[in-house]
């Protein structure tokens, strides 16, 4: 292990050479990737010296997403201390299940959990759990809502039609998770959303009327903190005055930008949060820990209990279920996401997660000073958003950012709302600098002026 150890130092000084020197990995075209790196499994074992080069090889060739040059996913950079906490996990090797075997990790996440739950004032009554990602956090409140208003499906199977909403801008993984759930895709109502791409209370209402009317069950509303493309929040307050109205489930998808609760600056964004009935966030986005960390907590921890227990002699042997995870988890095994969180929250504090959040806005300021400024970009993105969504001398955008990531200068994607494409920068890294958002857009800039786009 000391060997294993010592190599993976030496990869990792590498690497962070690399992405400083070399910000973007040049990107192997997929039907040359055999031929170019050995990535074959073979009969006898590879050689010292050769398994070293191979990784090292790899290492150098996958995607930096924690360098100064990735601004293509909702997430990206790299905190130390957080990082830290996943190597540790990874050596630990607990798996979350019962006290018995992960011991002081379960209180770790418990402190978590409870921690949040306080902050967004759920009760005294409210828990949660780590999810393998938002998606499957967002699974999980359907499924607690599916099951609160129709008691009878975990042992019967679906029989009559439930109907969920959400808005056209949300995630996809509503649809998806309608479809696991049994109640079908079919049965998912895309709710209109206004010019900042927030989701309508009046187009939410008047499908929930159009179903009862159909004799359907509307059961769940999923409202976003921070939608994929525009980076836009819902009204929490206004769609839970509906969801009370007509006895429905909230749930509050802050994948993305749910981290807001952090920032006193910025918590307005999910006012009337304490309404919902559930509410879901990843800190691999927002705060930046490695992938995945994502957090869902319930308001009344009966329907986490409800949706998910299963008894299993052979697994709970001590303890009271209270430190025994696994009773409340969608995975029996389950990787420990939680320490990751905990060392970058215990070694910043409250104010640190706080002003990592608020610099994310700084960044996101910046980058739209910049477009605002240059007549040669137009801005389509709005302010309290960290997606930065722009043209540039109304270069398409899908040809703008593969072309970018084809030379090896930029990691950038691109997105559309009304029928508009553009580019969609995301300032997620928190680490990064005033100067390095305006190094992207003199990027971008000399590129187009030496490739004549
Ligand atoms: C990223 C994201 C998800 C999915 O989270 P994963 O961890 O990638 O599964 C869900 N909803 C929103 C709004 C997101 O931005």
Not at 28 to 44: E, F, V
Not at 87 to 101: F, P
Not at 114 to 130: L, P, Q, R
Request: aromatic fraction near 10%; include cysteine; charged fraction near 20%.
């Amino acid at each position: 292990m000391h060997k294993d150890l010592k190599l993976f130092i030496e990869l990792a000084e590498i690497l962070l050479e690399e992405e400083a020197n070399n910000t973007v990995a040049k990107p192997i075209d997929t039907d040359k990737l055999y031929q170019t790196l050995d990535l074959q499994l073979n009969d006898a074992p590879a050689l010292d010296e050769e398994f070293k080069s191979t990784l090292l090889q790899i290492v150098k060739n996958t995607p930096k997403t924690a360098s100064t040059s990735f601004f293509n996913q909702l997430f990206g950079g790299r905190i130390g201390k957080a990082t830290l906490g996943d190597l540790l996990a990874v050596m630990l090797n607990n798996s979350m299940y019962t006290y018995k075997v992960a011991g002081p990790q379960v209180g770790i996440e418990k402190v978590i959990l409870n921690k949040i739950c306080d902050i967004i004032g759920y009760g005294n009554e409210s828990d949660g759990t780590f999810a393998p990602g938002g998606s499957m956090s967002n699974y999980m409140a359907m499924l607690m809502a599916r099951d609160k208003y129709n008691s009878t499906i975990r042992n019967e199977g679906v029989t009559n039609k439930m109907v969920a909403y959400t808005s056209e801008a949300s995630h996809y993984s509503i649809a998806k998770n309608a479809s696991f759930i049994g109640i079908g895709r079919n049965q998912v109502r895309r709710i209109k959303t206004n010019a900042f791409g927030q989701m309508l209370a009046e187009d939410l209402e008047h499908q929930i009327k159009l179903d009862i009317k159909k004799g359907y069950q509307p059961f769940f509303v999923n409202a976003t903190a921070g939608t994929t493309v525009l980076g836009a929040f819902d009204n929490t307050k206004t769609i839970s005055n509906v969801c009370k109205t007509y006895d429905l489930w909230l749930h509050l998808d802050g994948a993305y930008c749910g981290s807001v609760i952090f920032s006193k600056k910025y918590k307005h964004l999910v006012e009337g949060i304490e309404h919902t009935d559930s509410f879901s966030v990843n800190a691999h986005k927002m705060l930046s820990t490695p992938l995945s960390c994502s957090i869902i907590v319930v308001k009344n921890k009966t329907y986490l209990h409800q949706s998910l227990t299963n008894d299993a002699e052979y697994l709970y042997q001590t303890n009271d279920d209270d430190f025994n995870l696994g009773k409340t988890s969608l995975q029996c095994g389950r990787r420990n996401d939680a320490l990751k969180l905990w060392t970058l929250w215990k070694s910043v504090g409250n104010k640190g997660l706080e002003h990592i959040v608020n610099h994310q806005f700084k960044l996101a300021d910046i980058a739209r000073d910049y477009i605002n400024n240059h007549s040669d970009y137009k801005l389509y993105s709005f302010d309290d958003s960290i997606s930065v969504c722009f043209n540039y001398k109304n270069i398409p955008a899908n040809i703008l950012c593969t072309k970018l990531y084809q030379s090896a200068k930029l990691m950038v994607g691109y997105g559309n709302f009304n029928d508009t494409e553009f580019v969609r920068m995301v300032t997620i890294n928190s680490v990064l600098k005033e100067e390095d958002i305006i190094a992207f857009f003199k990027t971008i800039e000399s590129f187009v002026e030496a490739e004549k786009l």
